[in-house]
């Protein structure tokens, strides 16, 4: 009996040193002691490090001179080109001679050249014999009577043969009359101008020019 006892006891302690030894330890683990200076010394290294990474990262105060680079222009040379100009050919239109009238129709005696014949700038030959006509218009208030006006040589080339002609009929206020006067041509080649003027008593008014061209032909 004592030998069953004992062998019971074995297989129970045999067998609670079993559980014991698979059962999961529920004794807290000791915290190990944490030196200050060491700490200390993590704590600085890794502001060092911080501190190194943000002046990477910072731009430099000196920014650094960007070069542009600078491409050659080509200068073009103008290439003179031809300009073609075409001038049209205007021809000066004849403008009619005006004849200006001398004096006012308020004056007693006043006229109005309306024509002379030849014309003037007529080409004569040397010598040679020709009539110029003034037509004249009377303008002025007062009658033209051919005993008391008429019209003579004034100034200018004295190339007629007769100096002084007395009024043929009376002319009307508004009545135009020809006045006449017989010329010759001067021997040497040139221009000329003569120069008449009407007169009543001591009254001159209406001059009366002409000019013609001696050829040498």
């Known amino acids: 009996m004592v030998s069953t006892r004992k062998t019971k006891w074995l297989l129970w302690v045999t067998a609670l040193a079993l559980i014991m030894a698979c059962a999961p330890s529920f004794i807290t683990p000791s915290t190990p002691a944490i030196d200050p200076a060491v700490v200390n010394t993590f704590i600085a290294q890794t502001a060092h490090v911080a501190l190194t990474q943000t002046s990477v990262a910072l731009p430099s105060a000196t920014p650094s001179p960007t070069i542009t680079p600078t491409r050659a222009t080509e200068t073009l040379t103008p290439t003179a080109t031809a300009t073609v100009v075409v001038v049209f050919y205007s021809p000066t239109p004849l403008v009619s001679p005006t004849f200006t009238p001398f004096g006012s129709i308020s004056d007693n005696y006043a006229c109005q050249v309306m024509r002379v014949s ?3 700038g007529t080409r004569l030959g040397s010598r040679e014999d020709f009539d110029v006509f003034w037509t004249v218009k009377n303008i002025g208030k ?11 040589y004034s100034s200018g080339e004295k190339i007629h043969k007769i100096s002084s002609y007395d009024l043929e009929k009376d002319v009307a206020s508004g009545s ?3 006045l006449g006067v017989d010329m010759q041509a001067p021997k040497n080649p040139g221009s000329y101008t003569t120069t008449w003027i009407m007169r009543n008593g001591n009254k001159l008014f209406c001059p009366l020019t002409v000019t013609i061209v001696v050829t040498s032909e």
């Open 142 to 152: 007062k009658n033209w009577d051919d005993g008391s006006v008429d019209y003579f």
């Open 118 to 120: 030849p014309p003037n």
């Open 176 to 178: 135009t009359i020809d």
